[in-house]
């Protein structure tokens, strides 16, 4: 049996005292997606994998309309409000005895039986989700303590099969071989996914081309790519009214998260960013909108085009507007559960990317899916990262002029590409004129915004002390996971089976990674 061995989770405490002039919504993220059976909201399977144009031209049909409406309720006041909930996903690699990727996830998933599991694009990658929560009183030790159970009993059933459950950016271990379709998911919306991909480059190979301390350059034909690389993807659900401030506070925050979480610095063996999930997953899926505008503004992987300006709409909009459908699979479901719009959005890969999902009356609302963090490298430090970006986006949206006030879109997309290569070392621009390292920033001006937001919610000043500080310690240790990674291969050598065994673990004790001992 697996069980961590480090810091010592709370007991949650029974989150049933309402927050004043809010509405409670608490339904589990992962079960939005079972809304609407017959179209393939974002985990959905579907029925066939091969579309003409008429299904094309149908589909996008459904999708103007589900916009339309949409904006319609938006005006009402339709969508849901409430307090403000949180939850996340997090995805997972299985790895053999040897720690190179274990495609089993099919066995994985009958043996495991939850719900809150799911398949990713390869057989060797697992997506575990959770419940969403009030952000309240001791919620970040709620959402540990959940998480924590279910990994352990993740960990346990990848141990009946002879494998290990890891989370990582990316597998030091992972060579271009071992992304190939052979080790695609056995599901149709993958093989769909895969042959509109290159349908849209006119069977153009991708070309990967990464400069960071080495360089990579690597041609693939199919989508695997994408398998690469692995994220804690932080969920916020928010009232329509804050919904564009909140999404434009996640983009402004993008680099200095991406700054304190870096945990990818390797591919195929190559030493490339800090984390160089952002450039694999840019890379992998290179198709753009209409003209396959590929290297234009409108990427479907990408940092967006610009902050919303009066309503998050806008993003459904431009989906509309500026994408094609890729996977143009046509459903009787009625307009009101956006099935189709749902399945659009959920091919369009902003690093923040606005969701409508369904509470438990039907009613729909709005959250904000936050991509830029890699998965890793402990569970304290994944809920450390999210209590931080739940305090900041909180201080910033609560800030007269909000995160858009303080810096502008073009600026915020520089940052984040700076801190994606040079990482806590990165020299970002804030608010002012003059550079600032991203740690100096973090240290000085983030995390006591971060520490009034978390109170602004009602988060107990225990539970975000408790979080905040491993932020705040990890910083001024300046030992990130890519640190971290970096620092044993340059006593060790670029044994990668053998750092992937001393991550991995670390990993199990759940202490933070500034607190694992310096190879």
Same mark, same amino acid.
């Given at each position: 049996?697996?069980?961590?061995?480090?810091?010592?989770?709370?007991p949650?405490?029974?989150? $049933?005292?309402?927050?004043?002039g809010?509405?409670?919504?608490a339904?589990?993220f992962k079960?939005?997606?079972?809304?609407?059976?017959?179209?393939?909201?974002?985990?959905?399977?579907?029925? *066939?994998?091969?579309?003409?144009?008429?299904?094309?031209e149908?589909?996008?049909?459904?999708?103007?309309?589900?916009?339309?409406?949409?904006?319609?309720?938006?005006?009402?006041?339709?969508?849901g409000?409430g307090h403000? !909930?949180?939850?996340?996903?997090?995805?997972a690699?299985?790895v053999?005895?040897?720690e190179?990727?274990?495609s089993?996830n099919?066995?994985?998933?009958?043996?495991?039986?939850?719900?809150?599991?799911?398949?990713?694009?390869?057989?060797?990658n697992?997506?575990l *989700?959770?419940q969403?929560?009030?952000?309240?009183?001791?919620?970040l030790?709620?959402l540990?303590q959940?998480?924590?159970?279910?990994w352990?009993?993740?960990?346990?059933?990848?141990?009946?099969?002879?494998?290990?459950?890891?989370?990582?950016? #990316?597998?030091p271990?992972? =060579?271009?071989?071992?992304?190939?379709l052979?080790?695609?998911?056995?599901?149709k919306?993958?093989?769909?996914?895969?042959?509109?991909?290159f349908?849209?480059r006119e069977?153009r190979?991708?070309?990967?081309?990464?400069?960071?301390?080495e360089h990579l350059?690597?041609? +693939?034909?199919?989508? !695997?790519?994408?398998?690469a690389?692995?994220s804690?993807?932080?969920h916020?659900?928010?009232?329509?009214?804050?919904?564009?401030?909140v999404?434009?506070?996640?983009?402004?925050i993008?680099?200095p =998260?991406?700054? /304190?979480?870096? *945990?990818?610095?390797?591919l195929?063996?190559k030493?490339?960013w800090?984390e160089t999930?952002?450039?694999?997953?840019?890379q992998a899926?290179?198709v753009?909108?209409?003209?396959?505008?590929?290297?234009?503004?409108?990427?479907?992987?990408?940092?967006?085009?610009?902050?919303?300006?009066?309503?998050?709409?806008?993003?459904?909009?431009?989906n509309?507007?500026h994408f094609p459908?890729? /996977?143009?699979?046509?459903g009787?479901?009625?307009?009101?559960?956006f099935?189709?719009?749902?399945?659009? $959005?959920?091919?369009?890969?902003?690093? *923040?990317r606005?969701?409508?999902?369904?509470?438990p009356s039907g009613?729909?609302? #709005?959250? #904000?899916?936050?991509?830029?963090v890699?998965?890793?490298?402990?569970?304290?430090?994944s809920i450390a990262?999210?209590a931080?970006f739940? %305090?900041?986006?909180e201080?910033?949206?609560?800030?007269?002029?909000?995160?858009?006030?303080? #810096?502008?879109f073009?600026?915020?997309?520089d940052?984040?590409?700076?801190a994606?290569? +040079?990482?806590l070392?990165?020299q970002?621009?804030?608010?002012s004129?003059?550079?600032i390292?991203?740690?100096?920033?973090?240290?000085q001006?983030? /995390?006591?915004?971060?520490?009034?937001?978390?109170?602004?919610?009602?988060?107990?000043?225990a539970?975000?002390?408790?979080?905040?500080?491993?932020?705040a310690?990890?910083?001024?240790?300046?030992?990130? %996971?890519?640190?971290?990674q970096?620092?044993?291969?340059?006593?060790?050598?670029?044994?990668?089976?053998? /750092?992937?065994?001393?991550?991995?673990?670390?990993?199990?004790?759940?202490e933070?990674i +500034?607190?694992?001992p310096?190879p």
């Amino acid at each position: 049996m697996v069980r961590f061995t480090g810091i010592p989770v709370r007991p949650a405490r029974q989150l $049933n005292t309402p927050h004043p002039g809010w509405i409670d919504l608490a339904p589990p993220f992962k079960h939005d997606r079972e809304v609407s059976r017959p179209v393939m909201p974002v985990g959905q399977e579907i029925d *066939n994998t091969r579309f003409t144009p008429r299904d094309t031209e149908r589909f996008r049909k459904r999708v103007a309309e589900e916009t339309r409406l949409a904006r319609e309720m938006a005006a009402r006041g339709d969508f849901g409000s409430g307090h403000p !909930m949180a939850g996340f996903e997090i995805e997972a690699w299985l790895v053999n005895a040897d720690e190179s990727p274990a495609s089993l996830n099919e066995r994985f998933l009958a043996r495991f039986d939850d719900p809150m599991a799911t398949p990713e694009l390869a057989s060797f990658n697992v997506e575990l *989700n959770t419940q969403a929560h009030p952000l309240r009183h001791r919620v970040l030790t709620t959402l540990h303590q959940e998480i924590r159970t279910t990994w352990e009993r993740a960990c346990d059933t990848a141990e009946s099969l002879d494998a290990h459950f890891l989370m990582i950016g #990316i597998l030091p271990t992972l =060579m271009p071989q071992d992304l190939c379709l052979k080790n695609m998911s056995a599901m149709k919306r993958y093989r769909a996914l895969n042959r509109q991909v290159f349908r849209s480059r006119e069977d153009r190979p991708v070309h990967l081309d990464i400069n960071g301390r080495e360089h990579l350059k690597h041609d +693939h034909k199919d989508v !695997m790519l994408e398998a690469a690389t692995t994220s804690f993807q932080i969920h916020l659900q928010t009232p329509l009214e804050a919904a564009h401030r909140v999404y434009n506070a996640a983009i402004a925050i993008s680099a200095p =998260m991406v700054a /304190l979480s870096a *945990n990818a610095p390797y591919l195929f063996g190559k030493d490339l960013w800090e984390e160089t999930r952002i450039p694999v997953f840019e890379q992998a899926v290179e198709v753009g909108g209409y003209q396959d505008a590929a290297r234009g503004p409108m990427r479907r992987v990408s940092f967006g085009s610009d902050y919303a300006r009066e309503s998050i709409m806008e993003c459904f909009q431009e989906n509309l507007d500026h994408f094609p459908p890729l /996977l143009p699979m046509c459903g009787d479901t009625p307009p009101e559960t956006f099935a189709h719009l749902r399945l659009h $959005n959920g091919t369009i890969w902003r690093w *923040n990317r606005p969701l409508i999902g369904f509470g438990p009356s039907g009613r729909p609302h #709005i959250r #904000i899916e936050h991509r830029v963090v890699p998965a890793g490298p402990t569970l304290t430090d994944s809920i450390a990262n999210a209590a931080f970006f739940y %305090g900041l986006v909180e201080d910033l949206v609560s800030t007269a002029g909000g995160a858009e006030g303080l #810096i502008d879109f073009a600026t915020a997309k520089d940052n984040f590409y700076l801190a994606a290569r +040079h990482g806590l070392e990165s020299q970002l621009h804030w608010d002012s004129e003059e550079r600032i390292s991203a740690r100096e920033l973090i240290l000085q001006d983030l /995390l006591p915004r971060a520490r009034r937001g978390l109170q602004h919610l009602g988060v107990t000043q225990a539970d975000a002390h408790h979080y905040l500080e491993v932020v705040a310690e990890r910083v001024q240790a300046r030992t990130t %996971g890519s640190h971290w990674q970096r620092a044993w291969v340059k006593t060790h050598g670029p044994d990668m089976a053998g /750092l992937t065994r001393a991550y991995r673990l670390q990993q199990m004790t759940d202490e933070p990674i +500034h607190q694992w001992p310096l190879p």
